[in-house]
């Protein structure tokens, strides 16, 4: 190999090493998603409630197929939540995904069980000021609610979870 | 007119230079494709996570999967509005082959073609030295850092089209340089009839072809150049005859100015006369092509830098493009001297390729701007910018200190630009996840399509790209909004 001047292998590396740099950036991430500790990311979703909570349809239909129940409560990761929030039933997270086309998928696999239910959603949709989900609940339910109490049955699980941890 | 094909700077001499064998390779081409095959791996594994899209992807499986081959293929000679019947053929064989494993197969294709691409990119290049080899990185991540190229990875269509055509394009300048065989004009028609029958587009690949030939590249003989040329009026007669319009302002909206226009606002602005929207659109093309703006017709980051904003991808995008043009402008001046007497070496047949096929493209997208329809121009661009950035690294070393320093420094910032938007096409496959949660909503996409599926085989078909998509292939880990928020074009 014949010897470089010295400005063109400079040249060289400065064309060459940012692109290199950005491919090895790339294969980085690829091992990294492979060995299951994503980059960028929040990890994979660990419940139902979480996928609902992300809006992530797909998760929660997958999830739902593996007989997660979307009524129980389930612990949320508060850096998804980024709120108080920190136990709430799939249906619940769906409704602060404020996407209504989350809270169809479940009514579409029936998971909206009763009308107790879909109450509380829809209170607990007036509670966040989710029109869209409100406007969709609506369609089948009406609801008198105490504003403020559906919101509160949730903090109040999710406080009492806290508690339990911090006796623990 | 004659044309003389000499060799230039950037080519090497003899029969096989720098330790080259038979077949062109040296230490340096191998190294070359074997970092090609390493982004491959890269961009196949975030493509492999994206299953069938479900509009004109499903939709479109079960078109192709009615009747027989032929009978398909021949009816979509009597569409009203496109001529696109090979597009069908091929999603039709590939369904056939695939035997219900619809993911691996179509999906896997898609990968296929990407790694096909890469391969003729290099074969393109023809990287024999060291200073070839190191503006491989960058012509790569130009290649896949494009914005034209988006639509050619995002699209998980059964069969991206517009990845097909590039493919196309990428062939016909390797069969158009490479040393004169009677069977290259074959392939070169036969190449040309694929390309025009799959879509309109297509047609670029006669533009290759002439573009090389009047270069003095005579891989295709005059006869098989002056054959495309015979095609491509069939073509026109073909669709003459068989009443084939082109498309309307009503079709769809298209981007003007700082926003976006629906369709009925283009009729009542250009109904009478569409001829400056159409100007428009082409003058934006080669706008868009050169230095990534306007993006469809808008002018986005001009308006964002107008509202008082800096969008950093879209900053990048820019200065990126501008700095590539620029390398490819420099590239064609020192060149000029030998352009005059009609001396071209490899390199500057793949320039002048570029340039016919840039215009031809911009020319097509008359109609409505798109990015992705620049792609067969977008990725001969990645192609250019490599042989001109080695032409650049050869005149370098004899540069006065200031200039190499200046120099060195601008390199610099189009490889770290190019960079960044190659790791941004990977990150937004990524955030691509809408494919999979399209497959959560589907059933309320058909009803809103007005859609109810009764055919068993439909219902069947769409359970199983259900479970593709949920189940088989579940998506991975989103990312999260405020570490990629910068990758994000505004």
Redesign the interface.
């Known amino acids: ?2 010897r ?2 010295p ?2 292998a ?3 590396l ?10 090895v ?3 980085t ?2 091992a990294l ?1 492979l060995a299951g500790r ?1 980059p ?6 660990r419940n139902i409630a979480e996928a609902a909570f ?1 809006a ?7 999830l739902f ?1 593996a007989r997660e129940d979307p009524m129980r409560a389930w612990p949320v990761r508060p850096e998804i939540t980024s709120s108080a929030v920190m136990r709430v039933t799939a249906l619940e997270a769906a409704v602060w995904s404020r996407r209504a ?1 989350v809270i ?2 479940f009514d ?1 696999q029936a998971a909206i069980v009763d009308d107790e239910t879909r109450r509380h959603l829809l209170c607990l949709a007036h509670d966040l000021r989710v029109q869209e989900v409100i406007d969709y609940l609506s369609q089948r339910a009406t609801a008198d609610c105490t504003p403020g109490e559906a919101l509160e049955i949730v903090l109040a699980r999710s406080r009492e979870a806290e508690a339990g941890g911090a006796s623990r | 007119m004659t044309s003389t094909n000499t060799v230039g700077p950037s080519d090497e001499v003899g029969a096989y230079p720098n330790g080259s064998t038979e077949l062109g390779l040296n230490q340096w081409t191998v190294l070359s494709y074997a970092y090609a095959l390493l982004c491959v791996v890269g961009l196949g594994y975030f493509l492999f996570d994206s299953p069938i899209q479900v509009s004109d992807g499903f939709t479109n499986l079960t078109k192709a999967a009615n009747g027989t081959l032929g009978s398909l293929v021949y009816s979509e000679f009597f569409q009203r509005g496109y001529l696109r019947p090979l597009l069908w053929g091929h999603t039709r064989v590939l369904f056939d082959l695939s035997s219900g494993h619809y993911f691996e197969w179509f999906r896997g294709w898609h990968v296929a073609q990407v790694a096909l691409l890469s391969v003729l990119f290099v074969r393109l290049v023809r990287p024999r030295t060291l200073l070839a080899a190191a503006v491989v990185p960058l012509g790569l991540s130009v290649l896949v850092g494009m914005h034209t190229f988006a639509g050619a990875i995002r699209e998980a269509f059964p069969i991206n089209t517009f990845m097909t055509i590039v493919l196309c394009s990428f062939a016909a300048a390797d069969l158009a340089l490479g040393q004169p065989r009677w069977w290259r004009d074959v392939a070169a028609a036969l190449l040309l009839v694929f390309a025009a029958l799959t879509v309109e587009s297509g047609l670029l690949v006669a533009v290759v072809g002439v573009a090389a030939y009047l270069a003095g590249a005579k891989g295709v003989s005059r006869y098989g150049v002056a054959a495309q040329v015979v095609l491509i009026t069939g073509y026109f007669l073909l669709r003459f005859v068989l009443q084939i319009g082109a498309p309307g302002l009503e079709e769809r909206s298209s981007g003007f100015g700082f926003s976006s226009l629906e369709p009925d606002e283009l009729v009542a602005r250009f109904g009478s006369n569409p001829t400056p929207f159409h100007a428009y659109n082409v003058l934006c093309s080669i706008l868009s092509l050169l230095f990534s703006e306007p993006r469809g017709g808008t002018f986005v980051v001009t308006s964002a830098l107008v509202r008082g904003e800096l969008p950093p991808a879209g900053v990048v995008n820019v200065v990126s493009s501008v700095l590539a043009t620029m390398m490819i402008v420099l590239f064609v001046w020192r060149r000029r001297d030998d352009w005059r007497v009609r001396r071209f070496d490899r390199a500057d047949q793949l320039v002048i390729v570029f340039g016919a096929v840039a215009l031809a493209n911009a020319a097509i997208s008359y109609g409505y701007s798109k990015d992705v329809i620049l792609s067969p121009a977008g990725a001969l661009f990645a192609v250019a910018l490599t042989v001109s950035a080695r032409h650049a690294l050869e005149w370098i070393g004899g540069a006065p200190r200031l200039r190499v320093a200046t120099s060195v420094a601008l390199l610099a910032v189009l490889s770290a630009g190019w960079g960044v938007r190659s790791v941004s096409a990977h990150m937004w496959l990524r955030a691509g996840a809408a494919t999979h949660a399209e497959w959560a909503y589907i059933d309320s996409w058909l009803e809103r399509q007005g859609q109810v599926l009764s055919d068993p085989f439909a219902i069947d078909l769409k359970r199983r790209l259900q479970n593709d998509a949920v189940s088989r292939h579940p998506m991975r880990p989103a990312l999260r909004d405020d570490a990629v928020w910068w990758f994000y074009e505004p």
Do not use: C, K, Y
């Open positions: 190999m014949n470089e001047p400005n063109r400079l040249a060289v400065a064309i060459t090493a940012p692109s290199l740099l950005a491919t950036a790339v294969l991430f690829l998603d994503t960028l990311s929040h990890g994979p979703v992300l992530q349809g797909s998760e929660v239909l997958r197929r086309q169809e998928l579409r």
